[in-house]
């Protein structure tokens, strides 16, 4: 977060309120202590979003949204940090600190300005050579590619051209410095000389514009066939950082769509609308980040998954749906045929032929086992019967009532029968050698359990780290004296995050904590908040508890594993894998 001063900050704060904030967009009635109303961030009809005026924090129990005050302008307005405090500093009459006396944020922000308008100024530049005689060949591998002139206006598309200073002469010509040029990422420093060149050449431009509508980076793509890399890309600069923004979501950011879908490319996004299709973003490069995870759930409530049909797109898929699932989001999965991506499929069958693949798309899961029986020689005995281990093994630790469904996958694709497949899943076993006290068949139920156990004990854990220095220091020896650790980032950080304070004596107000707090910290420690008024007794015996129903959690987790584990072996190993189990298990009957 940006580094205002504290003592302006904390004024700020001061004659901020966050009800008359939020009541500008939310109707808000009061009751037991806060104000109540429709979230504003998720679709819903009884009221679950809550206002906490004593603690300057709102939280949603329906989405978990939560936060202070300037996340919550932050997210009403998708703006960035220091956006939603100018306009709360606009709100309360109050002149910004570069207004007044601090120079280095003033300078710091007044370098990050010259280049952004660095980018525009590149942007422009680039737009007017790709319209221009020196673009005829971007045009036409365009045109090729079935994007028209309206689309490469719409989107900003340009070309930059051979040689070695087009863009640093223009910019110079402008008043910018060989330095911004280069941590502005347009032009990269030479170690031979000292000197700097242009960053693109010979290459297809496009502009990756904020969701607030400014140019920050490019992507850029040779139209050679044999040219490598197939694409460049601006790197981490001062104004920009892929693993935060999405490609194309300012052209969601008037709207709020019920759906968004995410490509891999530039060139998916533009074919998608070009077709009438204008609820896609790209992920900037095939590995999806949590940080985009969490903007794409301001945007759309639903979500579709659309990477390459390759297999370094089905194993970036893979990876997205783990990011997605742990944010609280239950993806889909559209399924390209034919190894094709979203662009080439689109420009063969049009809107209604890729409508079609996004009405039949798949669910986490059936993907995830559709996935796995490609690696399998599903024509041989040896290959079906892998396959159906590593199945079973992967439907007998879900939920029981999502193993239905996939019993009749794994038969139809192994040839075993049904009653065969729910054996070796664990659906009505017996019981399992060794096996202590619990039939197999409720290992799933156990595990649900088990993991329910343990966020609720981390969120309890850090509702008592909020109270007081020594509350938060016992429960954190607590934790390392049992060998657990906390596992939800956002609560893991934000407790990191007290600990320091608490080490640096700091006496803290919530509100001006909470301000600067990243968004993941602050929605845990508002969910915090919402959770301490719940607490009742002895805060130590509390802490203890929490810390046993962790460990307990991590026992049964280690415990099914183990279990699951030992159904994919034979002779010794499997006598080894489930005597390891039933020293798990000694373990769990302790504790109980």
């Not at 220091?473 to 980032?489: C, D, F, I, K, R």
Request: overall charge neutral.
């Amino acid at each position: 977060m940006a580094a205002f001063p504290e003592e302006w900050l904390n004024e700020l704060l001061s004659k901020t309120d966050i009800v008359r904030v939020v009541g500008d967009y939310v109707s808000l009635t009061p009751k037991g202590g806060r104000f109540w109303g429709c979230c504003p961030f998720h679709n819903e009809k009884t009221p679950s979003f809550s206002v906490t005026p004593e603690k300057q924090m709102y939280y949603c129990f329906g989405c978990h949204a939560g936060g202070g005050v300037i996340h919550f302008v932050m997210e009403a307005e998708r703006v960035s940090y220091v956006e939603a405090v100018k306009l709360l500093a606009q709100r309360a009459g109050m002149e910004l600190p570069d207004e007044v006396n601090d120079a280095r944020l003033r300078a710091e922000r007044a370098y990050k300005e010259r280049l952004y308008n660095a980018c525009k100024e590149a942007a422009i530049f680039y737009n007017k050579k790709l319209l221009s005689a020196e673009g005829k060949a971007a045009q036409e591998y365009l045109k090729r590619r079935g994007i028209g002139g309206k689309m490469a206006v719409r989107f900003g598309l340009g070309y930059a051209p051979e040689g070695w200073h087009n863009l640093m002469d223009y910019l110079e010509q402008k008043g910018y410095s060989r330095k911004e040029m280069v941590d502005a990422g347009l032009a990269i420093a030479s170690k031979k000389d000292g000197g700097a060149y242009d960053a693109y050449r010979g290459r297809l431009i496009y502009p990756i514009i904020s969701a607030t509508g400014r140019v920050m980076a490019f992507g850029a793509r040779t139209m050679k066939k044999d040219d490598e890399p197939k694409y460049i890309n601006t790197g981490d600069t001062p104004i920009y950082n892929k693993r935060y923004n999405l490609y194309a979501l300012n052209m969601q950011r008037a709207k709020r769509v019920s759906e968004l879908i995410m490509v891999e490319g530039y060139m998916d996004v533009i074919s998608l609308f070009a077709a009438g299709i204008e609820n896609a973003v790209a992920s900037l490069g095939t590995a999806m980040t949590q940080q985009q995870a969490r903007l794409i759930k301001r945007y759309a409530d639903k979500m579709y998954l659309c990477y390459d049909g390759d297999s370094a797109g089905q194993a970036a898929t893979l990876r997205g749906l783990d990011i997605l699932s742990a944010e609280g989001i239950d993806p889909k999965v559209i399924v390209i045929p034919g190894n094709m991506d979203p662009d080439d499929y689109v420009r063969k069958f049009g809107k209604n032929g890729f409508l079609e693949l996004r009405d039949s798309a798949l669910d986490a899961n059936t993907f995830r086992l559709t996935n796995l029986a490609g690696k399998y020689d599903l024509k041989t005995p040896d290959g079906r019967e892998e396959f159906a281990k590593k199945a079973c093994a992967f439907v007998g630790s879900l939920q029981p009532v999502e193993r239905e469904r996939h019993i009749a996958f794994i038969s139809k694709r192994t040839g075993l029968s049904e009653a065969v497949v729910k054996a070796q899943c664990g659906l009505f076993a017996a019981g399992i050698e060794n096996m202590p006290a619990k039939s197999r068949n409720t290992m799933g139920k156990a595990r649900k359990e088990a993991e329910d156990e343990w966020d609720s004990a981390e969120l309890t854990i850090l509702s008592l780290m909020l109270m007081d220095a020594d509350t938060a220091t016992y429960t954190a020896a607590a934790m390392m004296e049992s060998g657990v650790e906390l596992q939800n980032e956002a609560i893991k950080s934000a407790a990191e995050e007290l600990l320091i304070k608490y080490a640096g004596g700091e006496n803290m107000s919530t509100a001006v904590m909470i301000s600067e707090l990243e968004p993941m910290q602050a929605e845990a420690i508002s969910a915090a908040e919402a959770q301490a008024e719940k607490i009742k007794g002895d805060v130590r015996q509390i802490a203890d508890d929490c810390v046993k129903r962790m460990l307990k959690a991590k026992l049964s987790a280690e415990l099914e594993d183990e279990f699951a584990k030992a159904s994919g072996l034979e002779g010794e190993e499997r006598k080894q894998s489930l005597n390891k189990a039933n020293e798990i298990a000694k373990k769990l009957k302790l504790l109980r």
